[in-house]
């Protein structure tokens, strides 16, 4: 009988350690960041609506999941990721080596070009010149940040950053800063097309600075990142990406 039971043991030891690594994808939790317009924000009733929201909605349905959306402001989004406050990063996360080197990315979402934001009335332009001695509005973390200090601040741009867009188009509009370096879909969407920024245009060409923008995973989940990365795949083959991306944009968002 002794002998039984330890085998038994050793048996369900070794079950338990073969399907220590397997996770249960019945629900998907995504991690985003409501204030990136046309990718993400809320509508009047408070939910949450957006490309980037539709495209996490269709992911889930093609591998069986159940959304759920988890708030977080976008500088704290991948330490988040790592304490398993959420399974995915949904949040327009432009895909780096220097993020790489902590997470991983499902294959590309889509790729949008940064821009210069700056009143109709000044003559500046998205250079280190042009910009000496003007502030420029970022949000913190995000690529358009990362550009403007290394490119811009060491020739005397002084790049002043915010935990999210909301606050750095206020103070556009209310005259504390010259300029804002963002993404040109969240810059239309989110600002120029609103009361608030009809004093304001786009200026100076467009800058790429990413290989364009993922799902960020953890390094460990290979299995979630292979389901996204075939929904994904299906999607565009299937029309249904270009469906989902004509309410939001007149121009092919995937950049291909």
Same mark, same amino acid.
């Given at each position: 009988?002794?002998?039984?039971?330890?085998?038994?043991?050793? =048996?369900?030891?070794?079950?338990?350690?073969? *399907?220590?690594?397997?996770?249960?994808?019945?629900?998907?939790?995504?991690?985003?960041?409501?204030? *990136?317009?046309?990718?993400?924000s809320r509508d009047a009733s408070g939910k949450l609506v957006g490309f980037d929201i539709d495209?996490?909605?269709?992911? =889930?349905?093609?591998? *069986?999941?159940? =959304?759920?959306?988890?708030?977080?402001?976008?500088?704290?989004?991948?330490?988040?990721?790592?304490?398993?406050?959420?399974?995915?990063?949904?949040?327009?996360?432009?895909?780096?080596?220097?993020?790489?080197?902590?997470?991983?990315?499902?294959?590309?979402?889509?790729?949008?070009?940064?821009?210069?934001?700056?009143?109709?009335?000044?003559?500046?332009?998205?250079?280190?010149?042009?910009?000496?001695?003007?502030?420029?509005?970022?949000?913190?973390?995000?690529?358009?940040?990362?550009?403007?200090?290394? *490119?811009?601040?060491?020739?005397?741009?002084?790049?002043?950053?915010?935990?999210?867009?909301?606050?750095?188009?206020?103070?556009?509009a209310a005259g504390r800063l010259d300029s804002c370096f963002t993404d040109a879909a969240v810059?239309?969407?989110?600002?120029?097309?609103?009361?608030?920024?009809?004093?304001?245009?786009?200026?100076?060409?467009?800058?790429?600075?990413?290989?364009?923008?993922?799902?960020?995973?953890?390094?460990?989940?290979?299995?979630?990142?292979?389901?996204?990365?075939?929904?994904?795949?299906?999607?565009?083959?299937?029309?249904?990406?270009?469906?989902?991306?004509?309410?939001?944009?007149?121009?092919?968002?995937?950049?291909?």
């Amino acid at each position: 009988m002794k002998r039984f039971m330890s085998a038994l043991l050793v =048996c369900a030891a070794a079950f338990v350690s073969s *399907h220590a690594g397997a996770q249960d994808w019945s629900t998907l939790r995504y991690g985003v960041d409501p204030s *990136h317009p046309p990718f993400s924000s809320r509508d009047a009733s408070g939910k949450l609506v957006g490309f980037d929201i539709d495209l996490g909605t269709e992911i =889930c349905k093609r591998i *069986h999941a159940k =959304c759920e959306w988890v708030q977080n402001d976008f500088d704290g989004m991948i330490p988040a990721l790592q304490a398993k406050k959420f399974d995915a990063i949904l949040a327009s996360m432009s895909i780096t080596d220097k993020r790489k080197q902590v997470i991983d990315f499902t294959s590309r979402l889509y790729k949008t070009p940064n821009k210069l934001i700056v009143r109709k009335d000044t003559s500046l332009e998205p250079t280190a010149e042009s910009l000496k001695g003007k502030s420029v509005g970022v949000q913190q973390g995000t690529v358009p940040e990362s550009y403007a200090k290394e *490119h811009w601040a060491p020739a005397g741009a002084r790049v002043v950053s915010y935990p999210n867009f909301d606050q750095v188009f206020a103070d556009l509009a209310a005259g504390r800063l010259d300029s804002c370096f963002t993404d040109a879909a969240v810059g239309e969407y989110g600002f120029l097309r609103t009361p608030q920024g009809v004093d304001f245009k786009f200026t100076g060409s467009n800058v790429y600075a990413s290989n364009g923008a993922g799902i960020g995973i953890r390094k460990s989940d290979v299995e979630l990142k292979t389901k996204i990365d075939k929904a994904l795949a299906d999607m565009l083959a299937d029309g249904t990406y270009k469906q989902l991306a004509a309410k939001y944009f007149q121009f092919d968002p995937y950049g291909s």
